[in-house]
């Protein structure tokens, strides 16, 4: 069965500070796929990244990285030189390969960005 | 494009009375999804469509929810009879399935109260 966990509640940080995200996944597919999305205060959900299991290879979009970790299952997201605007619920999320695609989602992360 | 377009955006109701949730997917989109989200229990997958097959509804939590896909374009969550804890924001998300694990777009939500 699949299984995402975001043990991390809520992060506190002071703006400019770098921050991560931690996520660990579980799952039996040697074939799966591993999402972040974002759901800011105003309620939406937007999707940030997917990786799939064969490509390990970090990932890096302006202040956004990603490092992917088969040998811990781990995905996790750094925040470097945190914003206000990067306040909101982070999400990782487990695709298994095969019909449907269904996402399972981690509790999430509330990361407030202090001024 | 438009995006998911889910209606209505806030429902407050009684307990007892009856609750549809609708959603119109992005057009050539094939695969839809319902998920809810709670403080407890976080983003829950409720059912799917693909090709407006409903595929796994294990999600559901009982009887009293049940969900449509009659066309392409529009689905619909309903909940009869409603009571407080359905209270909830129902996310519609569709994706294009094909090889792969494709990225769900999600609508803005409903937002459900339960009185």
């Known amino acids: 069965a699949q299984k995402v966990t975001q043990a991390q509640t809520e992060i506190s940080v002071v703006e400019k500070e770098d921050v991560t995200l931690d996520c660990v996944y579980e799952?039996?597919?040697?074939?799966?796929?591993l999402f972040w999305y974002k759901q800011p205060p105003s309620g939406e959900l937007v999707f940030l990244i997917r990786r799939n299991s064969f490509d390990e290879q970090n990932e890096i979009s302006g202040r956004y990285s990603w490092n992917f970790q088969k040998s811990t299952s781990s995905f996790n997201f750094t925040i470097t030189a945190s914003q206000v605007v990067d306040s909101a619920v982070y999400f990782c999320a487990l695709s298994e390969a095969g019909l449907g695609q269904k996402l399972v989602f981690g509790q999430g992360t509330r990361l407030t960005i202090n001024p | 494009d438009a995006g998911v377009i889910q209606s209505p955006r806030h429902e407050v109701t009684e307990m007892g009375q009856e609750v549809t949730l609708r959603c119109k997917p992005i057009s050539g989109h094939n695969s839809l999804f319902w998920y809810r989200q709670t403080m407890m229990r976080g983003l829950e997958l409720l059912i799917y469509f693909n090709n407006n097959v409903p595929i796994d509804d294990s999600g559901m939590p009982e009887d009293r929810f049940s969900a449509k896909m009659p066309n392409a374009s529009f689905s619909t969550l309903k909940i009869q009879p409603s009571e407080p804890r359905d209270s909830a924001v129902y996310f519609c998300a569709s994706s294009l399935q094909g090889a792969g694990a494709n990225v769900l777009t999600f609508g803005a939500g409903s937002r459900l109260t339960v009185l």
């Open positions: 799952t039996r597919d040697t074939t799966y796929y």
